[in-house]
């Protein structure tokens, strides 16, 4: 069999080359082992066979016996800044470990392994929920794609609150392709004080009530992060705020009716879901919304737009 499918050691390299920060010492030039080692404070057997490892994997070359030096393919795998794992990188790694449970349960085994709940952890290592903000923002992703349609145009749309939103990466998009909006960034204190952006923020979880009566709303990359009962509280609260003009806009933790299922890593870390297109009309009208269009981007996220029912739609 081909161990492709099945091989742990190799992944494991890389996030312990990765932590032991032995790219960066190579880059110095720290190419013998011996060096390398006292660089990395590590033993130096044990990092040999490991790089040796790597490099039947074509990743780093042996120049000589016990001598390595970056190749491109070291170089192009390193630049992810999320493989080491006292990090973010790691809390990713092991939640991986969690999977038998979470297969068995249904439910996140995160706590078990970390002792706290995912989103508890970040609030308790405030270093790792600022990594976090970055992968899923520009550290980990390419620009959010702002260019969707809203059923009747954009016409009357003044006001937009991003619900979530991170760092903001999705309004700074979004206020490139429309500069006349006026936007506020809701999401946790310690995220808002991370933004950078012509916009207002609200530091304030987004099950408290919202900041009432913008023409739009986003959810982008929050529902996908939740299980049931928590997204229906996310939803209802969107559907106090709005007025009977506004909008919402959903992107994450929906799908076309037909689109494979796909395990992703928010389901391991915090017991997250996707809904069908039909299953999620089912979900807003328990919270007084209805689905006025779905239809994917163009880069392929699944927009999905919702009304007010009580505005006649």
């Known amino acids: 069999m081909d161990d492709h499918l099945t091989d742990l050691m190799t992944p494991w390299c ?14 110095g030039g720290n ?24 490099v039947t994997k074509g990743v780093f070359e042996e120049l000589a016996p016990g001598r390595f ?11 992810n800044p999320f493989l080491r794992l006292d990090g973010i990188g790691g ?10 449970d979470y297969v068995r349960t249904g439910r996140p085994a995160y706590a078990a392994r970390f002792g706290r709940p995912f989103w508890d952890d970040l609030a308790a290592h405030p270093d790792v929920a600022a990594e976090f903000d970055d992968l899923i923002g ?15 145009g954009w016409e009357g749309i003044r006001t937009v609150v991003d619900v979530g939103g991170g760092t903001g990466s999705m309004l700074r998009a979004l206020l490139r392709e429309r500069p006349g909006l006026e936007a506020t960034l809701v999401d946790l204190p310690g995220t808002v004080e991370r933004a950078e952006g012509p916009f207002a923020t609200a530091g304030q979880s987004f099950f408290d009530p919202l900041p009432a009566g913008a023409d739009l709303y986003l959810l982008r990359s929050v529902l996908n992060d939740w299980p049931d009962e928590e997204t229906d509280a996310i939803l209802g609260n969107v559907a106090a705020a709005m007025h009977e003009r506004s909008r919402l806009i959903v992107i994450g933790g929906v799908a076309a009716d037909d689109a494979p299922r796909r395990l992703v890593i928010e389901m391991v870390l915090v017991g997250g879901r996707t809904d069908s297109l039909v299953d999620f009309e089912a979900r807003a009208a328990r919270v007084g919304l209805a689905v006025l269009s779905a239809r994917p981007q163009p880069a392929g996220d699944f927009v999905v737009e919702c009304a007010r029912r009580d505005d006649g739609v």
Do not use: K, M, S, Y
């Open 14 to 27: 890389v996030h312990a080359v990765a932590t032991l920060q032995i790219p960066e010492h190579l880059e």
């Open 138 to 152: 520009p550290g980990g992703h390419p620009p959010p794609d702002a260019r969707f349609e809203l059923t009747g």
């Open 31 to 54: 190419g013998e082992i011996a060096a390398l080692a006292q660089a990395a404070g590590c033993d130096e057997r044990a990092l040999h066979n490991v790089l040796g490892h790597l």
């Open 91 to 100: 809390r990713f790694a092991h939640a991986w470990e969690t999977i038998p």
């Open 69 to 79: 030096a970056l190749n491109d393919a070291a170089r192009e795998l390193f630049t």
